[in-house]
């Protein structure tokens, strides 16, 4: 395994991240442990989850995927081995079930505590906000569209206060901020150094070759203010597997389960795969390490989020770590990006 420092932290942090999200919806509990057992063995110091998960998000199976890892936690005691990261969700209709005030001092308070107890530990290393209260472009919204009737409190100083009460009671060590735009990233930098309140240590956004919309702006903010990007989706739901195009074992495949999430499905997308697949191929690599050790070798990213429904997936991509891609097959890659960029933002 390789490892980097969590930004303006002394956190050692592997460079391939265990999202969980599917923990409690496709995986059980036991799939969840022996996941998370393979994980540590194979160097994985890092976990992600988040309060409203497992995904899709319904009342039903909220916070499920954390008391999987609590569980885990419990029986293990591996709690001192871990970087440990939740999220608290953000106001939609999807998570009407879960709240619906936004990031106000209630509320991240009552999710933190109820995550807490959950994952069954006292503190979070990194505690993110899963998505900004706003209406702006994120979840798949290429472009930023202005609402003039949006109704919205600039609550940035605000929500950084709570969180820093937080912090002061010793229930999280860090913070960050997911699906996240250039000028809400930079916000609450500008409150933490004018108020003298907790920085961001990293964003965690969508990320991988057919999602490149980070590589502008944000990936600019992201080295010169220090802000680490978390990098999601770098499989773009299993697309970037090849296992669609080939229609291999895919009766039980996120997307056929749920077809709403069709985001990396579109007819550029499906075009682009299937150039990055001739690609990895041509190369002797599997699409599913080529796009994962892309992400990995991003100056950006301090960690890529790889998630799996079973071992034989996990394994493949924990190895990524181990493929370094060449000079020629970057530029070929940045050649197939120009031809069709971003075909899923």
């Given at each position: ?20 999200m ?8 036991a ?5 998370l ?22 009342p ?13 936690l419990?029986?293990t ?10 999220k ?58 202005h ?8 609550n940035?100083k ?15 060590r ?54 680490g ?19 291999e ?10 077809p709403r999430f069709?985001r990396?499905s ?13 690609l990895?191929?041509?190369?002797n ?13 991003q ?10 429904t ?26 197939i ?6 075909p899923?933002?």
């Open positions: 395994m390789k490892y980097t420092t969590l930004p303006n932290t002394n956190l050692k942090v592997s460079k391939i991240c265990l999202g969980t599917t923990f409690g919806e496709q995986n059980t509990e799939d969840g442990h022996e996941q057992d393979y994980a540590l063995e194979e160097g994985v110091n890092f976990i992600d989850t988040a309060e409203m998960y497992s995904v899709p998000a319904r039903e199976t909220y916070g499920a995927t954390e008391k999987i890892i609590g569980s885990w419990k029986k005691g591996n709690r001192n081995k871990i970087v440990l990261a939740s608290i969700a953000g106001p939609g209709e999807y998570t009407a079930h879960i709240r619906k005030d936004g990031y106000c001092k209630r509320a991240l308070k009552e999710a933190i505590e109820n995550s807490l107890q959950r994952l069954q530990t006292d503190y979070l290393d990194v505690y993110q906000l899963h998505w900004p209260e706003r209406q702006t472009n994120y979840f798949g919204v290429r472009d930023y569209t609402n003039s009737e949006d109704v919205w409190q600039d940035f605000e929500v950084l206060e709570t969180l820093d009460q937080i912090k002061q009671e010793g229930k999280i860090h913070i960050g901020v997911s699906n996240e735009t250039t000028w809400g990233t930079k916000r609450f930098l500008e409150e933490s150094e004018k108020n003298n309140l907790p920085r961001l240590s990293t964003i965690q956004n969508p990320y991988s070759l057919l999602c490149r919309t980070f590589d502008s702006s944000l990936a600019e903010l992201s080295m010169r203010e220090n802000v990007l978390l990098a999601y989706s770098p499989l773009g739901f299993g697309v970037l597997s090849g296992k669609y195009i080939r229609k074992n895919v009766e039980k495949a996120r997307i056929t389960l749920f069709s990396y579109s007819e550029q997308a499906v075009k682009a795969t299937k150039l990055y697949l001739a990895a191929e041509k190369n690599l599997s699409l599913t390490q080529m796009s994962l050790a892309w992400v990995n070798q100056p950006w990213v301090t960690s890529n989020i790889i998630g799996a079973n071992l034989t997936q996990l394994k493949e991509n924990i190895e990524s770590i181990h493929v370094a891609l060449s000079e020629e097959v970057l530029k070929e890659i940045d050649a990006h120009n031809l069709i960029p971003n899923a933002p």
